[in-house]
DNA sequence: TATTAATGTCGAAGCGCTTCGACGGACGGA
DNA sequence: TCCGTCCGTCGAAGCGCTTCGACATTAATA
């Protein structure tokens, strides 16, 4: 048995006022803020309030306010490629939309009648959606929506919207640079599956744009391997690119699932990773760190950037803030996969 | 330019109802059939409805109706062991719920006081939780509140809750049974990592009884041997197993993220997987079947264990359904990781 | 001391929807 | 032909909250 007047006959704003013996919106002005409110009767709502278990109706919130605290996210749920990632994503949006005081209703990527149902009837404040593709017929939805919007990815056209991202063309020239200033001169790209690369998903364009145009002004050789993420897939990709490239020393790895596939055939064909073939891996930490050697990488902060997509959403809802892109530097950190190359150390 | 009356100007069921000259009630009934309308009247209405492009405002229908449609979804969002088993989770219980004309708001786990929030706000009608633990402080809170909920995972006192989840006690014993079958007389669990043991997580102790129960009936001799997710803590508990009971021929491996470095170690120490030594895989199939072999497995059916969360919830919210427990029974499959063992086949 | 400006509180008007009771008309049975 | 039904529709009363304008007080200014 537990302390409660009745169940279910939950207390409203007006039971409160009444307890206070204040008015309805004395008690509103109270939870809002919006007007001063005498610390006297402050102490009388408040005890009231929890004496009460008072907790405003969400829902009769909205309708007054226009306002209902949730944003929505669109997140690609099908299992796949970059699960553990995805995950990253959304846990930042999460604890970054509760830091805001909004919580988050989620959508299926593939749910795109869901933009309007969410949008149209009001169920949101804001939306964030990952996983944006170069031409994404949902772009031009959310472009006509009410509701602010922020692309995790670039699209072709933005029509207006915020956009956030790891700055993938720079990531791709950091990689091959590094690999150039530790004295590789053949390098090669083990990238996303073919189905990725067709659906013209733009992250992986501009990594290869990146990496094509350093390897260019550093005068490196550099080869591109798409790479189904499955271990034949990793292990094929492995296979055609030393037998097409056989002097490559330097492997940059885009492709979470399929990067311990790479490093097990690399091992199988007695190539020595970190000391014969230097590999950095473009992925988050977390996955950096658990192969079978702590991998140099390029950090893919899929935290963060679900944060910053929070940060630029709540910052157009506050005030007029004017849509931007952001793209987050890339950064490299040195483990035990990669080494000098062949020409040696060039600083 | 589109076409749209006026930008952030949206119709409200008065303007649907003036346009097609109707009451508002009569649309209001339109929309939920909830007295009959005659057709020519709900074609009139339905027209008005497209061409306004109305769509009923989600506060103002929750306040009124007391029924948001949307269900609150509680899911461990840290990074760590079973990140792709959580998003299957996640991913059965989103398609389902919209099934139900429902959508899913996401809460993490740590965030207690979400559940109050949106419980006593009437954010939500029912609520999912996933990661049960045997003592878990949020069961008596959910409990408490006015919407039905159903537990993914079994506590150790439902308090009158749903729960359901895979029968782990009874795949425990069929994992053991089809070892002792295929000839098997030494046998080990590699498990979950010690903290999910400290945790007294109800699956991780569920399959070890079944294991245990089995084991001692088919008169095999098991190990349990607990093994942190990273590639040392697998090597650790292989080498630790080897060590200590070398005769082992059977290995059950409950830990998604141990798998694959449970096989390279194997493999690392001349271990053929498949002829030396059977592995026997308790996660979902994709997992089984991305490992450098197929896996014979038990398959953790997440996805479904998501559907069956929300049809029980929602025959809750529908007819007076009492709560129930439903565990789903365990499905091995034979691949390539597991054979006949020392004593042969025994059928 | 008279006048203006804050300051703190109240009352009432919605926000957009659902739902209950009422009501006029068509229909079948007596 | 009259009455009881059922069908289809309407009007109005909320659901629980926010917010605007008004109204006392009290404090600051001339």
Same mark, same amino acid.
């Given at each position: ?167 993938? /063309? %720079? #990531? ?6 590094? *690999? !150039?200033?530790? $004295?590789?001169?053949?390098? =090669? ?66 492709? /979470? %699932? #399929? ?6 055939? *690399? !091992?199988?064909? $007695?190539?020595?990773?970190? =000391? ?68 040696? #150390?060039?600083?």
């Amino acid at each position: 048995m537990r302390y409660q007047t009745e169940r279910n006959i939950v207390a409203t704003i007006d039971d409160v006022a009444k307890a206070a013996g204040v008015s309805t919106s004395t008690v509103s002005y109270v939870l809002s803020g919006k007007r001063p409110i005498s610390a006297p009767t402050r102490a009388r709502v408040e005890r009231a309030i929890d004496k009460l278990g008072y907790r405003p109706h969400a829902g009769a919130r909205a309708l007054a306010s226009a306002r209902t605290n949730v944003i929505a996210l669109m997140a690609p749920l099908r299992v796949g490629v970059n699960v553990p990632v995805i995950m990253q994503f959304v846990a930042g949006v999460v604890t970054r939309a509760r830091d805001f005081d909004h919580d988050v209703l989620l959508l299926t990527q593939d749910d795109v009648s869901g933009l309007d149902r969410v949008t149209g009837g009001s169920m949101v404040d804001a939306l964030v959606m990952m996983d944006i593709e170069a031409d994404d017929p949902r772009v031009p939805l959310v472009a006509a929506a009410k509701q602010p919007t922020v692309l995790i990815g670039l699209p072709q056209d933005p029509e207006g919207l915020s956009c956030v991202d790891l700055d993938f /063309e %720079a #990531a791709g020239r950091l990689a091959v640079r590094h *690999l !150039a200033r530790t $004295g590789h001169t053949d390098v =090669a790209l083990i990238g996303s599956p073919p189905e990725v690369l067709q659906r013209h998903t733009s992250y992986a364009e501009r990594l290869m744009r990146g990496l094509r145009s350093q390897a260019t002004s550093s005068g490196l050789t550099a080869r591109v391997e798409a790479c189904d993420s499955s271990p034949s897939g990793a292990s094929a990709a492995v296979d055609t690119l030393l037998a097409t490239a056989p002097d490559t020393t330097g492997i940059i790895v885009h492709n /979470e %699932a #399929a990067l311990p596939h790479v490093l097990s055939r *690399l !091992a199988e064909r $007695g190539i020595v990773v970190g =000391a014969d073939m230097s590999v950095i891996a473009v992925c988050p930490t977390d996955v950096a760190l658990s192969q079978r050697i702590p991998m140099t990488s390029i950090d893919l902060p899929a935290e963060d950037i679900g944060k910053v997509a929070v940060d630029m959403v709540m910052a157009r809802l506050e005030g007029d803030h004017p849509s931007e892109t952001r793209l987050l530097s890339p950064v490299l950190t040195e483990r035990e996969s990669s080494a000098y190359g062949p020409a040696g #150390a060039l600083d």
